[in-house]
Antibody, heavy 122, light 110 residues
Framework: QVTLRESGPALVKPTQTLTLTCTFS??????????VTWIRQPPGKALEWLGR???????YYSTSLKPRLTISKDTSKNQVVLTMTYMEPVDTATYYC??????????????WGQGTLVTVSS | QSALTQPASVSGSPGQAITISCTGT?????????VSWYQQHPDKAPKLIIF???NRPSGVSNRFSGSKSGNTASLTISGLQAEDEADYYC??????????FGGGTKVTVL
């Protein structure tokens, strides 16, 4: 059974750096075709793709947010970490991590974490 | 990368069929058969219901079907049920090796 769970601070101050961890089970990020993606959703708004990391440690980021984002992985711990610098109130959102298994569902996110709400406020 | 265009809301009566459109460009929807659809109930994580334009993951009802013509993809829900009331999002792989989502469509069962 594939599970993902996001963890990190619920509240960050403007200009601070956000660090979120996605801990997963039921698959390995060293398996060919495997990838973990970060997606966010401001309250009442649409989903926004942030970036992903794949089994070969390739990383891809949203064009608009690329300067602020870093995604890394610790395969031995089954974790993927998202770092977003210079947080602003507009970054308030529920942040999700999700899995892609390219050999099965190509660029679709077949399993999602429950999401973690991050509020940016002083 | 601009968001894909979806209608804000679609409604239908139980048993009816409804269709949600998702319009992009030749650099995303029109250029690849990597369109996916997600169902999201309130305060829940999205759930994959269609991938690669028209494929259903195991366990997803065959009342959900997908298609694509040019730069527009579509999700059809047939035999509409009360449990189908939710938000629906399309997504597509893009030529920038990113993914873009639609703005979401709220489905109401009358």
């Amino acid at each position: 059974q594939v599970t993902l769970r996001e963890s990190g601070p619920a509240l960050v101050k403007p200009t601070q750096t956000l660090t979120l961890t996605c801990t997963f089970s039921g698959f390995s990020l060293s398996t060919s075709g495997m990838s973990v993606t970060w997606i966010r959703q401001p309250p009442g708004k649409a989903l926004e793709w942030l970036g992903r990391i794949d089994w070969e440690d390739n990383k891809y980021y949203s064009t608009s947010l690329k300067p602020r984002l870093t995604i890394s992985k610790d395969t031995s711990k089954n974790q993927v970490v998202l770092t977003m610098t210079y947080m602003e109130p507009v970054d308030t959102a529920t942040y999700y991590c999700a899995r892609i298994f390219f050999t099965v569902t190509n660029h679709a996110f077949d399993s999602w974490g429950q999401g973690t709400l991050v509020t940016v406020s002083s | 990368q601009s968001a894909l265009t979806q209608p804000a809301s679609v409604s239908g009566s139980p048993g009816q069929a409804i269709t949600i459109s998702c319009t992009g460009t030749s650099t995303d929807v029109g250029g690849y058969n990597y369109v996916s659809w997600y169902q999201q109930h309130p305060d829940k994580a999205p759930k994959l219901i269609i991938f690669d334009v028209s494929n259903r993951p195991s366990g997803v009802s065959n009342r959900f079907s997908g298609s694509k013509s040019g730069n527009t993809a579509s999700l059809t829900i047939s035999g509409l049920q009360a449990e189908d009331e939710a938000d629906y999002y399309c997504s597509s792989f893009t030529s920038s090796i990113t993914v873009v989502f639609g703005g979401g469509t709220k489905v109401t069962v009358l």
